[in-house]
């Protein structure tokens, strides 16, 4: 009788789900802010060792890039469903603006955009990092409004801006979500009074 031996992978069995790790600092980084969060946090938050953490994402910064690559594909405001061509251009902006504020108070331990939080840390590369998706977004909505109202774009896509910007500071400091969409009402009643009939 012969017996075969099973293969065994060589290496040690990875610990821990890489993509469990960026959901877990996900959290961490939207709670607490980039630059809150300690290597020492995040390995303590996912059960692993620094050498652990470096071989998966190389920095915090590393990991910090696939938080908001995650962030913007499960979490962020839809622009694209709600930028719609069939409908008026005030009313997608103000479904865009409601969406930010459920959003932003959606959870009571990450309050606000980790993104638009994001661009106003510390780190210069963290904070580039989340600016290129903030960015992204802004263009997006300049270039939704310039399509219908090419006149009205650059200023209503800085009302816009400043607008869930606001949203977000507020969300973070515990302003409640009946009153954050009454906010995103008001301002979208504003674009519309400054929009064209």
Do not use: W
Not at 57 to 67: C, E, H, W
């Amino acid at each position: 009788m012969t017996t075969t031996k099973k293969s065994v992978p060589r290496g040690r069995p990875r610990r821990f789900d890489p993509d469990e790790a960026v959901a877990t600092a996900q959290q961490l980084f939207h709670a607490r802010g980039f630059d809150a969060v300690s290597v020492a946090d995040i390995t303590g938050s996912l059960g692993i060792n620094p050498p652990s953490f470096y071989a998966a994402f190389g920095s915090k910064q590393g990991l910090y890039s696939r938080v908001l690559d995650r962030y913007a594909a499960t979490a962020a405001i839809p622009l694209v469903d709600l930028l719609r061509d069939d409908r008026p251009v005030a009313q997608s902006l103000g479904a865009v603006l409601e969406s930010a504020a459920r959003l932003y108070a959606s959870d009571a331990e990450a309050r606000g955009c980790l993104v638009v939080e994001g661009s106003r840390c510390d780190d210069p590369e963290a904070r580039q990092a989340a600016r290129v998706f903030h960015l992204a977004a802004q263009e997006r909505i300049r270039s939704y409004i310039a399509h219908q109202h090419p006149e009205d774009a650059e200023r209503l896509t800085d009302f816009m801006v400043t607008t869930m910007a606001g949203l977000s500071a507020q969300a973070r400091d515990g302003l409640g979500i009946d009153r954050l969409t009454a906010i995103a009402r008001l301002a979208a009643t504003a674009i519309a009074s400054a929009l064209p009939r």
